[in-house]
């Protein structure tokens, strides 16, 4: 969410904040988590581990790196080739947070996969990971929108976020390894 956030942001100087440039970043964030997801759950079932999981994270934390390396660039393209700041703003959200946001909706399935060990829980598992994660959004929105905005810039917390998400990966897959290195009994 707090990507999501920014991206009003990383677009605004170039095509407005408007509702439509709202809606399509949340456009482009619904499809590609919708699609993350599908991924995540297909990926889920062939030997899930840790270790699959932190390179989740580890690749997610690279596809986030170019919005705070690239964003000005190719929102300057963009803008100078599509005067419909609609189409603009679509084509922007689409080239600079699909792919990352894709990787990150991969995360919520495989963690389910990871945390059900009895079939019978699976819908108590779900709706405990679904709070935290739905908590943790809310969470990074306001902190995000009250203070980070306001003590940093766009590309220092996007760098903040790709590093948090690479040192969430190296830590599963450390974790995986001290633990033997055993894919999951159940997968």
Do not use: C
Request: proline share 3%; glycine share 10%.
């Amino acid at each position: 969410m707090g990507i999501e956030l920014l991206g009003g942001r990383i677009l605004a100087p170039y095509f407005g904040s408007s509702v439509h440039i709202w809606g399509s970043i949340i456009t482009v964030f619904m499809l590609s988590l919708s699609l993350g997801y599908l991924l995540g759950g297909k990926l889920s079932t062939k030997n899930a581990s840790l270790t699959k999981y932190g390179l989740i994270f580890l690749v997610a934390s690279i596809m986030v790196v170019p919005i705070a390396l690239f964003s000005q660039p190719i929102m300057e393209f963009i803008f100078t080739h599509i005067e419909d700041t609609r189409y603009g703003s679509l084509l922007a959200s689409t080239a600079l947070f699909f792919i990352p946001t894709v990787i990150l909706g991969m995360i919520s399935p495989y963690s389910v996969r990871l945390l059900v060990t009895d079939s019978h829980k699976s819908g108590q598992v779900a709706g405990v990971l679904y709070f935290v994660s739905t908590l943790g959004s809310a969470l990074g929105t306001i902190i995000t929108s009250f203070y980070f905005v306001l003590a940093f810039d766009v590309n220092t917390i996007i760098s903040a976020f790709a590093s948090t998400l690479g040192l969430l990966g190296v830590l599963a897959i450390t974790v995986n390894s001290l633990g033997g290195n055993k894919e999951l009994a159940h997968a």
